[in-house]
């Protein structure tokens, strides 16, 4: 969906010109994507430039045999800048994540206010649905009355006539037998699995992290992708969503342990200076700590990102999203794709600012350029 026609041809950082064109506040998907919307936005984008955007089918594809896909944006293709990989909606309901980066990876490409400096001194690996078959499964119910998630997924009956309150797992069956379903991809990767708990959560349970790592083809297909992205990566985002109104967090590693990873001043400094620059319309800011302070998540990609890919600063993003909201709800959409995109191009203006980089000092004064 284009909601105006190109406008102005402008030269980017790269050898050629390519057309831009400004998209500006408004929403170009305004409602809530599918997996279908996604793969035909970014082959679109592919198509109208070709020159600074390649997309990436990933391997293996799901239980219900959709691809997830991998959004890649260079101003200039012959030269490699410091990446930025963002995944959205690993969680089932977070139906606003592919919306957010969507909206991000067209002004990035499209909006002249975004070139400089987001798009032209850095490199983008966008992942914008992580679990199409999560987000297709709550998205198909959205019409049922709820039922609370553990009675639902052992009630057989119920299941026909009532949806899960909450769906947090893909809907992989495996190869078991049992009647639950479902695994929580971001408890699958190997990094400390299974490290927070004494005993495994039950298939049943939401929380299930599967019978081992990477049993999920959604995990196996981000590590096969992030692994060969390696040192590339030198910011990643997970995009998540808070369901607790007023209560939005930007966290950092380790999920898994209480323990502060070496480089936590940094990463506390750069999120507190993004919190600040994208405060919420009424004053609020997110909150920024290391993640374990709320409770701790063993097998997180956040977490594996930064222990086995060794990318240096990794955040998760959790601005705040309704459970199984009103379909049709623009507003509630709008708000959380401006919070969900602010709050990452804020987190690139605070690692700029961390690094002096495209910063000049006028009588003590930091001005970025």
Known sequence: MIIDKFAVLRKGSGAKMRMIRSVGPELTYKKFVDNNDVVLAAERMV?????????????????????????????????????????????????????AVLELAEKLLYDTNYQSPFFNDYDWYLIPMANPDGLNFTQSQR?????NAKE????????????ADEW?????TGRSAHSCFGTNINRNFAFHWQDDVSK????????????????????RAIRKY?????ETIQL?????????????????PWRYTLRMPSNHYTLQDIGEYAARLSRQPDGRVYEVHQSSNDGRVAGSVIDYLSGVVGTDLVYLLKPYHKKFPDYKDVNHLKAYVDKSTSAILSLVRGWRRSTKQNTLTFFGVDVEF
Request: aromatic share 8%; net charge positive.
């Open 47 to 99: 198509r109208e430039a070709p020159d600074v955007s390649r997309l990436q089918y990933l391997a293996p594809k799901t239980a219900q045999n959709r691809s997830l896909v991998a959004l890649e944006l260079q101003s200039d293709m012959l030269s490699t800048k410091p990446g930025i990989l963002v995944i959205a909606a690993l969680n089932g309901m977070a139906w606003g994540a592919p919306n």
């Open 152 to 163: 639902w997924a052992v009630n057989l009956t119920a299941r026909a006539t009532t949806r």
């Open 168 to 172: 947090h797992k893909n809907v992989d």
């Open 143 to 147: 019409h049922l009355p709820p039922l």
């Open 226 to 230: 992030v692994d060969g992205l390696g």
């Open 236 to 252: 990643a985002v997970h995009l998540h969503a808070s369901f607790v109104p007023k209560k939005e967090y930007m966290v950092y």
């Open 200 to 219: 495994s959560p039950d298939r049943c349970s939401q929380w299930f992290p599967g019978d081992r790592p990477f049993s999920t083809n959604e995990a």
